[in-house]
C-alpha cells in the first residue's frame, strides 16, 4: 500500500505564483521527509528535505512545513518560474530502513510563462 | 561526468528475453539502490547494495530478478524471462549514507 499520499496530481500556475503540494502519511516512526525534483528523461533529484522535530524549513524559493500532528507536509514553491515545471515527489523514510524511501505518485507542476 | 551513470538508456525486448542493465555509481559512495518506477508513479524501492553485500531485497523483486554489485563498484539488474509488466524506468541510486540519493537517469525498458 502507499505509505505516502500526495496531492494534486498536476496543477497549473502562473509565472511568480506559488506552487503547492501537500502530502500525507500514516506511519509516525517517518523520520526524514525529502522531496525530490525529476524533470523529463532524468532521475530524481534531492530538493530538500525536513525532519519532524522542525515545522519548517525554507531554502530559496522552496519551503516545507511539518505538520507533525496532522501527518502531513507539503511543499511551496514561491514566486514560480518556467524552469521549475516539473514532477515533485514527496518522500518517507524509517529510521530502522534509512536505505529504503517510500515515494508519493508525485505532483506534475506547469509554470505558464 | 561524476554523476550516477546507467546504460543503457532504452531497452526494447521481446517477452521472454532476458536482459541486463548497468548502473556506474558515484565513485566514493558505498550505497547503492535499484527503484522502480512506472508512468504517472513514484519510484518504488527494488533493492539495495551496501558496498559489495546486498542487504534487501523488496517483494517486487520476484526470482527472475538478480542484481549484483561485484567488487562494490558498478551494479548490474538482470531480469529472466521478461514480462510485459516488467515495463518501467529501472533508476539507479547511490549514496554514502541514508540521505541525498543521487539517481541516474534511468533505464527506459519495454517490453513487447
Known amino acids: 500500500q502507499q505509505q505516502v499520499k500526495q496531492s494534486p496530481q498536476s496543477l497549473i500556475v502562473q509565472k511568480g505564483g506559488i506552487s503547492i503540494i501537500n502530502c500525507a502519511y500514516e506511519?509516525?516512526?517517518?523520520?526524514?521527509f525529502p522531496w525530490y525534483q525529476q524533470f523529463p528523461g532524468k532521475g530524481p533529484a534531492l530538493l530538500i528535505a525536513?525532519?519532524?522535530?522542525?515545522s519548517e524549513k525554507k531554502e530559496g524559493r522552496f519551503t516545507i512545513s511539518f505538520n507533525k500532528s496532522a501527518k502531513q507536509f507539503s511543499l511551496h514553491i514561491m514566486d514560480s518560474q518556467p524552469g521549475d515545471s516539473a514532477t515533485y515527489f514527496c518522500a518517507a523514510r524509517l529510521p530502522s530502513n534509512d536505505y529504503k524511501l517510500s515515494f508519493g505518485a508525485g505532483t506534475t507542476v506547469t509554470v505558464r510563462a | 561526468d561524476t554523476g550516477v551513470s546507467q546504460d543503457p538508456r532504452h531497452k526494447i525486448t521481446k517477452r521472454g528475453q532476458n536482459v541486463t542493465f548497468r548502473c556506474d555509481p558515484i565513485s566514493e559512495h558505498n550505497r547503492l539502490y535499484w527503484y522502480r518506477q512506472t508512468l504517472g508513479q513514484g519510484p518504488e524501492f527494488l533493492t539495495y547494495?551496501?558496498?559489495?553485500?546486498?542487504?534487501?531485497k523488496s517483494r517486487l523483486l520476484s526470482d527472475r530478478f538478480s542484481a549484483e554489485r561485484p567488487k562494490g563498484s558498478f551494479s548490474t539488474l538482470e531480469i529472466q524471462r521478461t514480462e510485459q509488466g516488467d515495463s518501467a524506468m529501472y533508476l539507479c541510486?547511490?549514496?554514502?549514507?541514508?540521505?541525498?540519493?543521487?539517481f541516474g537517469s534511468g533505464t527506459q525498458l519495454s517490453v513487447l
Open positions: 541510486a547511490s549514496s554514502t549514507h541514508g540521505e541525498k540519493l543521487f
Open positions: 547494495f551496501q558496498n559489495e553485500a546486498q542487504l534487501e
Open positions: 506511519n509516525t516512526a517517518f523520520d526524514y
Open positions: 525536513i525532519r519532524p522535530d522542525v
